[in-house]
């Protein structure tokens, strides 16, 4: 299953923490850890300062504490945690999936699961609110979509229209159909 995997596994890049300027990079390969650093300084003793790298193998990383301690403090506890993780093999592949596929996915859940999955990570915060999702949401659970409906789910939104109760939405309907009835009225000569 590695084989899936891609050449650079993560990336990531971050500012030193205060009052540091200097500017850093974490990239995770299949085999390798590699870690650079740009200085960023108005102090004399620091203008020269070449960018630096260093390369190491994911045992060797899982054995440099120092260089762990180097990426905690820039990058934060989870990033180091999620790349020590890398090094010993264990892969998240749900997170590598596209989000068309998870879109897919998630249009099969319950709307509990779906409120429960959006509060896991950032990506599916996102994912679990896209109309997109709602979208498919909506034909699932409708017998057909009119062009006004798809319309005015434009206009408010595919989740939106999902928990407008039907009474609601016929209204809003007759609404833009009698709005749109008086400006055509109103153009014609």
């Given at each position: 299953m590695?084989?899936?995997l891609?050449?650079?596994l ?7 923490p ?5 500017y ?13 650093w ?7 003793e ?6 630096g790298?260093?390369?190491e ?5 899982l054995?440099?504490s120092h260089l762990?301690v ?9 990033i180091?945690?999620?790349v ?13 999936l596209?989000d ?7 249009s099969?859940l319950?709307l509990e ?8 990570s950032?990506?599916?915060a996102?994912l ?6 709602w979208?498919?949401i909506v034909?699932s659970a ?5 062009s ?5 789910a ?18 809003q ?15 014609q000569p």
């Amino acid at each position: 299953m590695a084989s899936w995997l891609p050449e650079t596994l993560f990336e990531t890049v971050g500012q030193g923490p205060a009052p540091s300027k200097d500017y850093y990079q974490l990239l995770v390969t299949r085999c390798q850890i590699i870690f650079r650093w740009w200085k960023i300084s108005l102090r004399s003793e620091y203008r020269a300062a070449k960018p630096g790298e260093t390369k190491e193998s994911h045992e060797d990383f899982l054995e440099n504490s120092h260089l762990q301690v180097q990426v905690a403090l820039i990058f934060g506890a989870r990033i180091l945690d999620y790349v020590l993780n890398l090094c010993q093999g264990k892969y998240d592949f749900l997170e590598r999936l596209s989000d068309s596929l998870l879109l897919s996915i998630i249009s099969y859940l319950d709307l509990e699961d779906i409120a429960r999955l959006s509060q896991t990570s950032h990506r599916f915060a996102k994912l679990c609110v896209c109309d997109q999702l709602w979208e498919q949401i909506v034909q699932s659970a409708c017998d057909t979509i009119t062009s006004d409906m798809r319309a005015l789910a434009e206009d408010i939104g595919w989740k939106q229209m999902f928990f407008t109760n039907k009474l609601q939405l016929q209204r809003q309907l007759r609404k833009r159909k009698q709005k749109r009835e008086s400006l055509r009225r109103q153009h014609q000569p």
